[in-house]
Protein backbone atom coordinates (compact mmCIF):
# COMPACT_ATOMS: atom_id res chain seq x y z
CA UNK A 1 0.00 0.00 0.00
CA UNK A 2 1.82 3.36 -1.06
CA UNK A 3 1.13 6.71 0.94
CA UNK A 4 -0.48 9.34 -0.98
CA UNK A 5 2.35 11.79 0.74
CA UNK A 6 2.31 14.62 3.75
CA UNK A 7 0.49 17.04 0.66
CA UNK A 8 -2.40 14.66 0.46
CA UNK A 9 -2.66 14.21 4.50
CA UNK A 10 -2.77 17.79 4.72
CA UNK A 11 -5.28 18.89 1.94
CA UNK A 12 -8.41 20.86 3.34
CA UNK A 13 -11.74 19.45 2.78
CA UNK A 14 -13.70 22.34 1.80
CA UNK A 15 -10.78 23.42 -0.60
CA UNK A 16 -13.51 24.46 -3.46
CA UNK A 17 -15.05 26.39 -0.95
CA UNK A 18 -11.94 28.80 0.26
CA UNK A 19 -11.25 28.88 -3.41
CA UNK A 20 -14.75 30.32 -3.96
CA UNK A 21 -13.99 32.81 -1.08
CA UNK A 22 -11.07 33.77 -2.25
CA UNK A 23 -12.25 34.50 -5.74
CA UNK A 24 -15.22 36.38 -4.51
CA UNK A 25 -12.79 38.54 -2.63
CA UNK A 26 -10.24 39.01 -6.10
CA UNK A 27 -13.74 39.63 -8.05
CA UNK A 28 -15.32 41.89 -5.54
CA UNK A 29 -11.94 44.17 -4.88
CA UNK A 30 -10.67 43.59 -8.76
CA UNK A 31 -13.47 43.50 -10.92
CA UNK A 32 -13.85 40.21 -13.37
CA UNK A 33 -11.50 41.48 -16.34
CA UNK A 34 -8.63 42.63 -14.24
CA UNK A 35 -8.45 39.67 -11.46
CA UNK A 36 -6.45 36.51 -12.68
CA UNK A 37 -6.77 32.64 -11.55
CA UNK A 38 -3.47 32.90 -10.87
CA UNK A 39 -3.85 35.78 -8.06
CA UNK A 40 -6.84 34.14 -6.68
CA UNK A 41 -5.01 30.35 -6.45
CA UNK A 42 -2.16 32.59 -4.64
CA UNK A 43 -4.96 33.78 -2.22
CA UNK A 44 -5.44 29.90 -1.45
CA UNK A 45 -1.86 29.05 -1.36
CA UNK A 46 -2.25 26.56 -4.34
CA UNK A 47 -1.10 26.69 -8.21
CA UNK A 48 -3.00 28.00 -11.04
CA UNK A 49 -3.22 24.67 -12.24
CA UNK A 50 -4.58 23.01 -8.91
CA UNK A 51 -7.13 25.64 -9.20
CA UNK A 52 -8.26 24.10 -12.59
CA UNK A 53 -9.05 20.67 -11.41
CA UNK A 54 -11.40 22.77 -9.20
CA UNK A 55 -13.06 24.75 -12.27
CA UNK A 56 -12.64 24.43 -15.72
CA UNK A 57 -12.17 28.48 -16.24
CA UNK A 58 -12.33 31.99 -14.97
CA UNK A 59 -15.93 32.54 -15.54
CA UNK A 60 -17.18 29.20 -14.11
CA UNK A 61 -15.39 30.17 -11.00
CA UNK A 62 -16.85 34.04 -11.02
CA UNK A 63 -20.55 32.26 -11.97
CA UNK A 64 -20.03 30.11 -8.64
CA UNK A 65 -18.70 32.72 -6.42
CA UNK A 66 -21.34 35.16 -7.86
CA UNK A 67 -24.33 33.39 -6.35
CA UNK A 68 -22.20 31.96 -2.93
CA UNK A 69 -24.09 35.50 -1.12
CA UNK A 70 -27.61 34.97 -2.10
CA UNK A 71 -27.49 30.89 -1.50
CA UNK A 72 -26.19 31.86 1.77
CA UNK A 73 -28.96 34.92 2.22
CA UNK A 74 -31.85 32.69 1.26
CA UNK A 75 -30.54 29.50 3.79
CA UNK A 76 -30.48 32.34 6.34
CA UNK A 77 -34.50 33.58 5.85
CA UNK A 78 -35.18 29.32 5.50
CA UNK A 79 -33.97 28.98 8.45
CA UNK A 80 -36.65 31.90 10.19
CA UNK A 81 -39.25 30.43 11.56
CA UNK A 82 -42.64 31.69 9.48
CA UNK A 83 -43.54 34.06 12.17
CA UNK A 84 -40.23 35.15 12.89
CA UNK A 85 -39.87 38.72 13.60
CA UNK A 86 -38.22 41.56 11.27
CA UNK A 87 -35.91 42.90 13.37
CA UNK A 88 -34.34 38.57 13.95
CA UNK A 89 -34.56 38.22 10.40
CA UNK A 90 -32.51 41.29 8.97
CA UNK A 91 -29.82 40.76 12.27
CA UNK A 92 -29.75 36.96 10.59
CA UNK A 93 -28.94 38.99 6.72
CA UNK A 94 -26.55 41.18 8.58
CA UNK A 95 -24.56 38.55 9.96
CA UNK A 96 -23.96 36.45 6.50
CA UNK A 97 -23.11 39.94 4.98
CA UNK A 98 -20.76 41.26 7.43
CA UNK A 99 -18.78 37.54 8.19
CA UNK A 100 -18.48 37.71 3.96
CA UNK A 101 -18.05 41.27 3.73
CA UNK A 102 -14.98 41.26 1.50
CA UNK A 103 -16.56 38.76 -1.12
CA UNK A 104 -20.12 40.40 -1.06
CA UNK A 105 -19.81 43.36 -2.58
CA UNK A 106 -19.53 40.68 -6.29
CA UNK A 107 -23.21 40.96 -7.10
CA UNK A 108 -23.63 45.07 -6.75
CA UNK A 109 -21.85 45.64 -9.91
CA UNK A 110 -19.91 42.28 -10.66
CA UNK A 111 -22.72 40.20 -12.11
CA UNK A 112 -23.65 42.16 -15.16
CA UNK A 113 -20.61 39.94 -16.76
CA UNK A 114 -22.41 37.35 -16.14
CA UNK A 115 -24.49 35.38 -19.00
CA UNK A 116 -27.56 36.07 -19.47
CA UNK A 117 -28.82 32.62 -18.07
CA UNK A 118 -26.96 33.00 -15.08
CA UNK A 119 -27.53 36.40 -14.67
CA UNK A 120 -31.05 35.30 -14.90
CA UNK A 121 -31.28 33.13 -12.29
CA UNK A 122 -29.31 35.27 -10.08
CA UNK A 123 -31.75 37.75 -10.25
CA UNK A 124 -34.70 35.58 -9.39
CA UNK A 125 -32.64 34.58 -6.24
CA UNK A 126 -32.64 38.07 -5.22
CA UNK A 127 -36.79 38.43 -6.13
CA UNK A 128 -37.20 35.88 -3.73
CA UNK A 129 -35.19 37.50 -0.93
CA UNK A 130 -37.24 40.85 -1.54
CA UNK A 131 -40.29 39.49 -1.79
CA UNK A 132 -39.46 37.32 1.45
CA UNK A 133 -38.60 40.50 3.51
CA UNK A 134 -41.18 42.62 1.46
CA UNK A 135 -44.00 40.32 3.02
CA UNK A 136 -42.35 40.79 6.68
CA UNK A 137 -42.13 44.35 6.14
CA UNK A 138 -45.75 44.76 5.31
CA UNK A 139 -47.03 42.87 7.87
CA UNK A 140 -44.93 44.90 10.98
CA UNK A 141 -44.86 48.33 9.14
CA UNK A 142 -48.11 48.53 7.51
CA UNK A 143 -47.15 51.32 5.68
CA UNK A 144 -47.19 52.58 1.47
CA UNK A 145 -44.23 50.90 -0.96
CA UNK A 146 -43.53 47.72 0.89
CA UNK A 147 -41.71 46.66 -1.77
CA UNK A 148 -39.13 49.69 -2.37
CA UNK A 149 -38.85 49.89 1.55
CA UNK A 150 -37.85 46.23 1.87
CA UNK A 151 -35.16 46.93 -1.39
CA UNK A 152 -34.06 49.84 0.55
CA UNK A 153 -33.68 47.95 3.90
CA UNK A 154 -31.52 45.19 2.02
CA UNK A 155 -29.49 48.29 0.22
CA UNK A 156 -28.25 49.65 3.44
CA UNK A 157 -27.59 46.21 4.59
CA UNK A 158 -25.36 45.15 1.52
CA UNK A 159 -23.71 48.80 1.55
CA UNK A 160 -20.90 47.41 4.36
CA UNK A 161 -19.39 45.56 1.39
CA UNK A 162 -18.61 48.45 -0.50
CA UNK A 163 -16.42 50.29 1.87
CA UNK A 164 -13.56 49.25 4.60
CA UNK A 165 -14.29 51.34 7.31
CA UNK A 166 -12.99 49.47 10.61
CA UNK A 167 -15.77 49.00 13.18
CA UNK A 168 -15.75 45.87 15.51
CA UNK A 169 -18.23 43.24 14.06
CA UNK A 170 -21.03 43.72 16.59
CA UNK A 171 -20.92 47.47 16.50
CA UNK A 172 -21.48 47.28 12.73
CA UNK A 173 -24.16 44.68 12.87
CA UNK A 174 -26.09 46.56 15.48
CA UNK A 175 -25.57 49.84 13.32
CA UNK A 176 -26.69 48.40 9.98
CA UNK A 177 -29.51 46.76 11.95
CA UNK A 178 -31.37 49.86 13.40
CA UNK A 179 -30.28 51.61 10.14
CA UNK A 180 -32.33 48.86 8.19
CA UNK A 181 -35.13 48.98 10.24
CA UNK A 182 -35.53 52.76 10.13
CA UNK A 183 -35.68 52.20 6.62
CA UNK A 184 -38.29 49.64 6.87
CA UNK A 185 -40.49 51.58 9.24
CA UNK A 186 -40.15 55.28 6.74
CA UNK A 187 -42.93 56.24 5.11
CA UNK A 188 -41.91 57.66 1.54
CA UNK A 189 -44.19 60.31 1.84
CA UNK A 190 -42.70 61.68 4.88
CA UNK A 191 -40.27 63.85 2.50
CA UNK A 192 -42.54 65.43 -0.01
CA UNK A 193 -41.45 68.11 -1.22
CA UNK A 194 -37.66 67.36 -0.98
CA UNK A 195 -36.46 67.77 -4.42
CA UNK A 196 -37.26 71.49 -4.15
CA UNK A 197 -34.17 71.76 -2.02
CA UNK A 198 -31.85 70.47 -4.64
CA UNK A 199 -30.25 72.51 -7.54
CA UNK A 200 -28.49 70.74 -10.11
CA UNK A 201 -25.67 71.82 -12.19
CA UNK A 202 -26.90 71.54 -15.96
CA UNK A 203 -26.17 68.35 -18.03
CA UNK A 204 -22.60 69.24 -19.87
CA UNK A 205 -23.19 69.62 -23.63
CA UNK A 206 -20.84 68.10 -26.03
CA UNK A 207 -19.58 71.45 -27.86
CA UNK A 208 -16.42 69.74 -28.23
CA UNK A 209 -15.04 66.05 -29.89
CA UNK A 210 -13.73 65.28 -27.09
CA UNK A 211 -16.62 65.80 -25.03
CA UNK A 212 -18.66 63.48 -27.51
CA UNK A 213 -16.53 61.12 -27.15
CA UNK A 214 -17.07 61.18 -23.62
CA UNK A 215 -20.75 61.82 -23.77
CA UNK A 216 -21.18 58.71 -25.99
CA UNK A 217 -19.12 56.40 -24.36
CA UNK A 218 -20.72 56.40 -20.90
CA UNK A 219 -24.08 54.76 -21.45
CA UNK A 220 -21.63 51.76 -23.11
CA UNK A 221 -19.68 51.65 -20.63
CA UNK A 222 -22.87 51.46 -17.77
CA UNK A 223 -24.78 49.00 -20.57
CA UNK A 224 -22.11 46.91 -21.27
CA UNK A 225 -19.33 46.96 -18.82
CA UNK A 226 -16.16 48.85 -19.88
CA UNK A 227 -13.96 46.32 -20.46
CA UNK A 228 -16.83 44.77 -22.97
CA UNK A 229 -16.84 48.24 -24.95
CA UNK A 230 -14.28 48.63 -27.54
CA UNK A 231 -12.79 52.23 -29.21
CA UNK A 232 -14.48 50.75 -32.35
CA UNK A 233 -17.99 51.68 -30.26
CA UNK A 234 -17.08 54.62 -29.00
CA UNK A 235 -16.07 55.66 -32.37
CA UNK A 236 -18.96 54.45 -34.09
CA UNK A 237 -21.71 55.96 -31.61
CA UNK A 238 -19.58 59.50 -32.54
CA UNK A 239 -19.52 59.29 -36.16
CA UNK A 240 -15.43 58.70 -36.01
CA UNK A 241 -13.07 56.33 -37.17
CA UNK A 242 -11.51 54.14 -34.49
CA UNK A 243 -8.04 55.59 -35.12
CA UNK A 244 -9.39 58.94 -34.83
CA UNK A 245 -10.23 58.17 -30.90
CA UNK A 246 -6.51 58.58 -30.13
CA UNK A 247 -6.17 61.96 -31.11
CA UNK A 248 -8.59 63.10 -28.06
CA UNK A 249 -7.90 60.33 -25.43
CA UNK A 250 -4.28 58.39 -25.48
CA UNK A 251 -6.67 54.71 -24.86
CA UNK A 252 -9.91 53.21 -23.81
CA UNK A 253 -9.24 53.93 -20.15
CA UNK A 254 -8.39 57.86 -19.80
CA UNK A 255 -11.90 58.19 -21.04
CA UNK A 256 -13.11 56.31 -18.34
CA UNK A 257 -11.01 58.19 -15.61
CA UNK A 258 -12.84 61.61 -17.69
CA UNK A 259 -16.49 59.98 -16.55
CA UNK A 260 -15.34 59.62 -13.02
CA UNK A 261 -14.36 62.82 -12.97
CA UNK A 262 -17.01 64.32 -14.68
CA UNK A 263 -18.95 62.37 -11.71
CA UNK A 264 -17.16 63.89 -8.72
CA UNK A 265 -17.50 67.12 -10.37
CA UNK A 266 -21.05 67.14 -10.85
CA UNK A 267 -21.77 65.79 -7.36
CA UNK A 268 -19.66 68.31 -5.58
CA UNK A 269 -21.61 70.88 -7.55
CA UNK A 270 -24.62 69.72 -6.38
CA UNK A 271 -23.69 68.89 -3.11
CA UNK A 272 -22.25 73.11 -2.62
CA UNK A 273 -25.49 74.30 -4.03
CA UNK A 274 -27.86 72.02 -1.82
CA UNK A 275 -25.76 73.25 1.12
CA UNK A 276 -26.22 77.12 0.75
CA UNK A 277 -29.75 76.69 1.24
CA UNK A 278 -29.64 74.55 4.60
CA UNK A 279 -30.18 76.58 8.00
CA UNK A 280 -29.12 74.00 9.96
CA UNK A 281 -27.42 70.54 10.62
CA UNK A 282 -30.26 68.45 10.22
CA UNK A 283 -31.77 70.83 7.22
CA UNK A 284 -27.75 70.38 5.89
CA UNK A 285 -28.25 66.36 6.07
CA UNK A 286 -31.69 66.29 4.16
CA UNK A 287 -30.31 68.79 1.92
CA UNK A 288 -27.61 66.58 1.20
CA UNK A 289 -29.77 63.21 0.73
CA UNK A 290 -31.71 65.06 -1.99
CA UNK A 291 -29.39 66.12 -3.92
CA UNK A 292 -27.10 63.01 -3.95
CA UNK A 293 -30.79 60.90 -4.86
CA UNK A 294 -31.71 63.65 -7.29
CA UNK A 295 -27.99 63.51 -8.87
CA UNK A 296 -28.44 59.42 -8.71
CA UNK A 297 -31.63 59.52 -10.72
CA UNK A 298 -30.35 62.59 -13.33
CA UNK A 299 -27.19 61.24 -13.92
CA UNK A 300 -27.81 57.37 -13.42
CA UNK A 301 -25.38 55.79 -16.34
CA UNK A 302 -22.49 58.44 -15.48
CA UNK A 303 -23.27 57.17 -11.54
CA UNK A 304 -23.06 53.90 -12.41
CA UNK A 305 -19.72 53.30 -14.49
CA UNK A 306 -18.16 55.93 -11.63
CA UNK A 307 -19.02 53.57 -9.34
CA UNK A 308 -18.38 50.07 -10.82
CA UNK A 309 -15.36 50.87 -12.93
CA UNK A 310 -13.14 52.93 -10.18
CA UNK A 311 -11.75 49.48 -8.83
CA UNK A 312 -10.48 48.34 -12.17
CA UNK A 313 -8.42 51.80 -13.09
CA UNK A 314 -4.46 51.34 -12.75
CA UNK A 315 -3.51 52.54 -8.84
CA UNK A 316 -2.00 55.99 -10.73
CA UNK A 317 -5.19 57.08 -12.43
CA UNK A 318 -7.56 55.29 -9.61
CA UNK A 319 -5.94 58.06 -6.92
CA UNK A 320 -7.71 61.18 -8.12
CA UNK A 321 -11.22 59.55 -8.50
CA UNK A 322 -10.82 58.11 -5.41
CA UNK A 323 -9.68 61.29 -3.25
CA UNK A 324 -12.74 63.01 -4.58
CA UNK A 325 -15.20 60.54 -3.58
CA UNK A 326 -13.26 60.63 -0.29
CA UNK A 327 -13.88 64.34 0.21
CA UNK A 328 -17.27 63.55 -0.48
CA UNK A 329 -18.09 61.40 2.37
CA UNK A 330 -16.41 63.93 4.29
CA UNK A 331 -19.17 66.63 3.77
CA UNK A 332 -21.77 63.98 4.74
CA UNK A 333 -19.57 62.42 8.17
CA UNK A 334 -19.41 66.11 9.19
CA UNK A 335 -23.09 67.40 8.55
CA UNK A 336 -24.25 63.85 9.97
CA UNK A 337 -21.97 64.01 12.98
CA UNK A 338 -23.78 67.52 13.42
CA UNK A 339 -26.65 66.29 13.59
CA UNK A 340 -26.25 63.50 15.37
CA UNK A 341 -23.74 64.17 17.95
CA UNK A 342 -23.32 60.68 19.60
CA UNK A 343 -21.88 59.60 16.38
CA UNK A 344 -18.17 58.89 15.75
CA UNK A 345 -16.23 59.50 12.46
CA UNK A 346 -16.46 55.56 11.63
CA UNK A 347 -20.24 55.22 12.99
CA UNK A 348 -21.11 58.26 10.79
CA UNK A 349 -19.41 57.22 7.77
CA UNK A 350 -20.71 53.43 7.84
CA UNK A 351 -24.53 54.96 8.27
CA UNK A 352 -23.45 57.32 5.24
CA UNK A 353 -22.45 54.15 2.98
CA UNK A 354 -25.93 52.78 4.45
CA UNK A 355 -27.77 55.81 2.98
CA UNK A 356 -25.87 55.20 -0.60
CA UNK A 357 -26.79 51.42 -0.58
CA UNK A 358 -30.65 52.99 0.02
CA UNK A 359 -30.13 54.97 -3.20
CA UNK A 360 -29.04 52.36 -5.44
CA UNK A 361 -31.28 49.71 -4.22
CA UNK A 362 -34.02 51.55 -4.12
CA UNK A 363 -33.37 53.44 -7.73
CA UNK A 364 -33.02 49.98 -9.42
CA UNK A 365 -36.55 48.84 -7.53
CA UNK A 366 -37.85 52.05 -9.11
CA UNK A 367 -36.14 50.73 -12.66
CA UNK A 368 -34.74 55.09 -12.42
CA UNK A 369 -37.62 55.93 -13.54
CA UNK A 370 -37.76 60.12 -12.53
CA UNK A 371 -41.41 60.19 -12.22
CA UNK A 372 -42.91 62.01 -9.59
CA UNK A 373 -42.57 61.53 -6.26
CA UNK A 374 -39.93 59.03 -6.66
CA UNK A 375 -37.18 60.94 -6.08
CA UNK A 376 -39.18 62.29 -3.00
CA UNK A 377 -39.59 58.77 -2.17
CA UNK A 378 -35.81 57.95 -1.66
CA UNK A 379 -35.14 60.76 -0.15
CA UNK A 380 -37.24 60.17 2.47
CA UNK A 381 -35.89 55.87 2.20
CA UNK A 382 -32.22 57.58 3.02
CA UNK A 383 -32.89 60.01 5.69
CA UNK A 384 -34.45 57.01 7.82
CA UNK A 385 -31.22 55.03 7.59
CA UNK A 386 -29.16 58.10 8.63
CA UNK A 387 -31.77 58.08 11.48
Known amino acids: ?11 PHNRKQLIVEAAGQVFSERGYHAASMEEIAAGVGISAAALYRHFPNKYALFAEAANVMVDRLVAALDDAPPDAALR ?41 LVDR ?59 AGS ?24 PLFARDGFANVTNAQIAEAVGLAPSAIYRHYPGKVDILVAACLQAAGLLAQAVDRSL ?48 AQREHIAVWE ?33 RWQDAPGHRDAVTALVIGALG
Open 195 to 218: ASLVELPAQPVPRTRRAEILAAAI
Open 334 to 366: QQLRLARPELDPRQARLLVHAGFGVVVEAGRAL
Open 1 to 11: MTSAGPAAATR
Open 88 to 128: DVLAAIIRVTVSHRASGGLYRWEARYLEREDRRRLRTKFGQ
Open 276 to 323: QRAAGPREAVVALAAAYVAYSFEHNALTSVAEAEVAGLPPDLQRPVIL
Open 133 to 191: VTEMVGREFPLPEQGLRAAAALGAIGSVTMHHTSIAQRRIEDLLLESALRVAATDPGSA
